[in-house]
């Protein structure tokens, strides 16, 4: 059988048992599309089933979150923790609360996520969570409640060295306050590494909130270094507003570069001198509103309700709203555009026909999996901390993560043209996760 003819053999398994699950599909078919180039060169990764082994979650758990409203209604949610990948560390990865979460969303998530951690070249396995609970509209009592009953479960499957959560989508700092003091209250110990995302007085790291959107802002950087440019006087423009787009946003002006758009589910603002922070925060991690009322206070902003926020001509699109949010005829007009440089800021955000359409377009792409590993890399900074009792300034852990990101953007270079695919970002930084997982399972002997 030749590479590819096995590689296909292989996915059709992991498809048939996985059947229903159309982004975990996307995910695993993105990853295998590079497997043939390392599988090619160096047959032993096929061998003693390390592909089949490394697409099967070691562990998943599902279970039922009862929880009571405020008006005294029970509401039934499910909650879900994939423990896809040790090979490298304890399971590390977000928790996701958001009304599409299923099971093929999760494993999504955490097959991103060992590449991902891997590329870090961090102590992290990989693993995901979440719930199908929609906090929005919530009184915080009531995610309180949900939080408690979730962690009631989960408790039981995660700890320092075995599984360490925290935030993605809908889990933010609130979140993981509540479910870090209902695992302190059942398991009676104060074990600040089972959960990163903390506040700044009970454990958590300096730079973790601004974290991912920092590192994007970071990879950029790289990304047009190489091009023989820098992100100063460039036009960006970021979707979503969540904690990646606010974070890419801020460090994106540090570095000279001017965010014009950004947006939420119910359409997207234009500020054509540059977004008002401020006012962003304000709106939206203050009041937790909806991205109009930006437009309502800032004379130059204008709101565009539904649309295309990639209709915005920008030199640099950073996707970092949620999963395939762009897609081929979206990535086309951004090329029309004259866009040059992509990184994903979300997880799977660009769709694999935009994908295509950046490659032939010959515009820079860089996938989540390289871009926003920044997130998770300060979650194991904060690991480290928690480790040795400690807690570093915020301009030493913004160093370190700066650092991080000048690594994983390294590597995922070199491993492209090592690989035969200079520039090809996917190709790199699927390669070098590939290898550095493989490896250590090899190492392992069949577990
Ligand atoms: N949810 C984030 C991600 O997608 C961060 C995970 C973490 O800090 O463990 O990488």
């Known amino acids: 059988m030749s590479t590819n003819e096995q590689l296909a053999t292989i996915y059709d398994q992991v498809r048939t048992r996985s059947a229903g699950e159309p982004e975990f599909h996307q995910a695993a078919a993105e990853v295998f599309e590079s497997l043939h180039l390392v599988v090619e060169r160096r047959p ?8 089949e082994r490394l697409c099967e979650p070691e ?12 008006a005294g209604t029970v509401h039934v949610n499910r909650g879900f923790r994939v423990q896809y990948n040790s090979a490298l560390g304890p399971y590390k990865g977000g928790l996701r609360f958001h009304p599409t979460v299923n099971l093929g969303i999760v494993k999504f998530l955490g097959f991103e996520q060992i590449f991902k951690n891997a590329l870090t070249g961090l102590p992290i396995g990989g693993g995901k969570g979440g719930s199908d609970f929609d906090p929005k509209g919530r009184s915080d009592a009531e995610v309180m409640r949900f939080c ?15 599984d360490v959560p925290a935030g993605d989508i809908g889990v933010g700092a609130r979140e993981i306050g509540y479910l870090f003091g209902q695992y302190k209250r059942l398991t009676n110990s104060y074990e600040s ?12 790291s300096q730079v973790r909130r601004e974290a991912t959107g920092y590192g994007v802002a970071y990879f950029v950087a790289e990304m047009l270094d190489s091009l023989g440019t820098s992100l100063d006087g460039k036009t960006v423009v970021v979707s979503g507003s969540g904690n990646v787009a606010l974070y890419a946003i801020e460090k994106v002006h540090q570095l000279g570069g001017t965010v014009t758009a950004c947006s939420d589910s119910s359409g997207y603002v ?16 203050d009041r937790r509103g909806r991205i109009d009322e930006y437009a309502t206070e800032v004379a130059t902003a204008s709101f565009v309700a539904g649309g295309s926020i990639w209709d915005v001509p920008c030199d640099v699109a950073v996707p970092s709203a949620t999963q395939n949010e762009l897609d081929a005829d979206a990535a086309a007009v951004l090329a029309r555009n004259g866009v040059r440089v992509v990184a994903e800021g979300a997880n799977m ?11 032939d377009a010959g515009v820079a792409f860089a996938p989540g999996k390289a871009a926003n590993a920044g997130g998770v890399a300060t979650s194991a900074l904060e690991m480290q901390q928690n480790a040795s009792r400690d807690s570093w300034s915020f301009e030493y852990t913004d160093r370190r993560l700066a650092a991080i990101m ?20 996917v190709h790199g930084a699927n390669i ?3 290898i550095e997982v493989a490896d250590a399972m090899s190492a392992m002997g069949v577990i």
Request: no cysteine.
């Open 270 to 285: 234009v500020d054509p001198g540059g977004l008002d922070l401020a006012v962003l925060k304000a709106v939206k991690e």
């Open 193 to 204: 590494g089972v959960l990163t995302g903390k506040g700044i007085a009970w454990g958590g």
């Open 406 to 425: 000048r690594g994983i953007h390294r590597r995922t270079v070199t491993t492209a043209e090592e690989y035969g695919m200079p520039g090809d970002y």
């Open 59 to 70: 562990r998943q758990i599902i279970f039922r979150v009862p929880w009571v409203d405020d």
């Open 432 to 434: 070098a996760g590939f």
């Open 44 to 51: 032993e990764y096929a061998e003693a089933g390390l592909i």
């Open 148 to 162: 408690q009953s979730f962690m009631t479960e989960l408790h039981r499957h995660i700890g320092e060295y075995i």
């Open 349 to 359: 955000p660009t769709t694999p026909a935009a994908i295509q359409t950046f490659r």
